[in-house]
Every structure is written in C-alpha cells, then in structure tokens.
C-alpha cells in the first residue's frame, strides 16, 4: 500500500513540476534618472527602466544621454546584448537620446515606438537593423508585458504594462495623458475590475499645486493603485504628498533603484531594498 501512495505522489507532482517551473521572479532596475537612489550612478533628466525575469528582457525608453546610459548600465553590469527589446514611451529626447548609443551596442533589438514618431526617427532605428515595431492601439509584446498604445493627444504616449499574480504593474515614461487616464487604460485592457499593484515612473506632476496633486492621489487609490513609485518628472511636492498619503506603499525611486518581486508569476512578495 505505501508502494502503491509513493508512485501515486510522484505522478502527482510530475505532473505539476511544469507549473513550478513557470514560476518566475521580476525584477525592475531605473537605470536612468534625474533623482538620485544608488551612489556612483550619474543622474540626469530622463528616465529608463530595465525588466528581466520575463520572456524577453525589455529596456524601457532610453534617458537623454547615450554615454550616461550606456555608463549606468555598466555600473549595474548590465551587459546591453542581454536586452532583447527596446519600448520607447513618447518622443521627448530625455526618453530616446540615449537610443542611438544604445543601438551602437546591441542593434539585435526589436523596438517598440508609437505609430506618431516622425518619420526620421523610425528610419534611424531601422537603418541600425533593428527591427521596428509600430504601436497605435494596445499590444502584447510578450508573454504577461502589454503596450497601454498610443493614449493622449498633443503628445502621444504609450505605457507598459506587466502582468502578475499580485496584479497589473503599470510603467509611464512622463504620463503626458495623465497617470490616471493611463490606469484606466490599462484596466480596460483586462477588465474593469482588474488589480493594480503599483505604478512606476514619471507621473508628469512637476509644477503642480499640492491640492491638484492630492486630487491625483486620491484618484489612483479609488481606481485601487496599491503602491506607487513615482519619480523623473513627478516632482519633489508630489513625491513628498505620495509619501505621506501612502507611506510605505510610497516607494521613493531613482537612478538605480531595484524591484525584486518574487515568484511574479504567481507573484507573492516585493523587496523594498
């Protein structure tokens, strides 16, 4: 009878090794900033964020300086060939200057761009030999990692959006059509009742009075944003106002701060280090 239980078990969990071995951790690293979080890495104003543990690594917009990227990611020894896919946010040169040193490196990339770039510039990435992806509605770019598309109007701009079993992680470059209008989005792309577990990113609130800015807090959290990270083009008020309202679901970001999320997918854990 003990025989017969032991083969009983091992059938069992060979049969759910295959879910075990899905099983990921996510990690998020801001290797371009204009907010200062891990000493020796040089700050400027952009923004750049690298994601690994998912299907294909993806570098999120590029910063303002190529030399400055490429000097940060060798600072966190990141090698460029490991990224496999560039998502560029919006057209604003503090979030693709760095593109074109980048590609000097790696141009074994595919690179997502929305669908309003200028002509130019989607000629200088395919002229490198990337292949160029262009982004008008929303898009899956890989297993769990979805493109917002195109949102806004005077300045288009698409977000990322990561899937996990905490919930949706949402990144923006600048928030240009709002970061609330971007959640939105991003929940519409599921459903309407679909968990946000954090935001990260520029949240374009610099200049903005604390009443507007406390309006903005208070909307993130009807629509059920458990935890921000806010930096780039937030502001210092605007940081200083998500820290109170949230705090410790308020995690101050820059220049080469990392999110470790354990077994994302399912995700059960994040490391606040």
Not at 59 to 66: P, R, V
Not at 172 to 183: Q, R
Not at 212 to 228: F, T
Request: hydrophobic residues 40%.
């Amino acid at each position: 009878m003990a025989k017969f239980f032991s083969v009983i078990l091992i059938f069992f969990f060979s049969l759910l090794s295959p879910l075990f071995a899905e099983s990921k951790d996510l990690s998020l690293t801001i290797v371009y900033d204009n907010n200062p979080f891990r000493k020796g890495l040089e700050t400027r104003w952009g923004f750049s964020c690298l994601i690994e543990g998912i299907e294909r690594s993806i570098l999120f917009d590029a910063g303002g300086e190529g030399p400055v990227l490429l000097k940060n990611m060798a600072m966190l020894k990141i090698d460029p060939s490991d990224v496999d896919v560039i998502v560029l946010s919006h057209i604003h040169y503090d979030h693709i200057g760095g593109l074109s040193s980048f590609l000097e490196k790696n141009s074994r990339v595919t690179v997502y761009l929305p669908n309003s770039f200028p002509f130019s510039v989607k000629d200088a990435v395919k002229n490198t030999g990337a292949k160029l992806i262009e982004v008008k509605g929303p898009l899956k770019i890989s297993t769990n990692v979805f493109s917002t598309g195109e949102l806004g109007t005077w300045i288009k701009e698409e977000s990322l959006i990561i899937k996990t079993y905490l919930g949706l992680i949402i990144i923006t470059g600048c928030a240009h059509p709002g970061v609330v209008n971007i959640v939105k989005k991003a929940k519409a792309i599921f459903n309407s009742t679909a968990k946000v577990y954090m935001v990260i990113g520029g949240f374009h609130l610099f200049g903005m009075s604390g009443s507007q800015i406390r309006g903005i807090v208070n909307d993130l959290k009807k629509e059920g944003v458990k935890k921000v990270a806010p930096c780039h083009c937030s502001g210092d008020l605007a940081r200083r106002i998500f820290k109170k309202e949230y705090g410790n679901d308020c995690i101050l970001a820059g220049a080469g701060k990392k999110f470790e999320l354990i077994d994302a997918f399912p995700a059960t854990t994040i490391n606040k280090n």
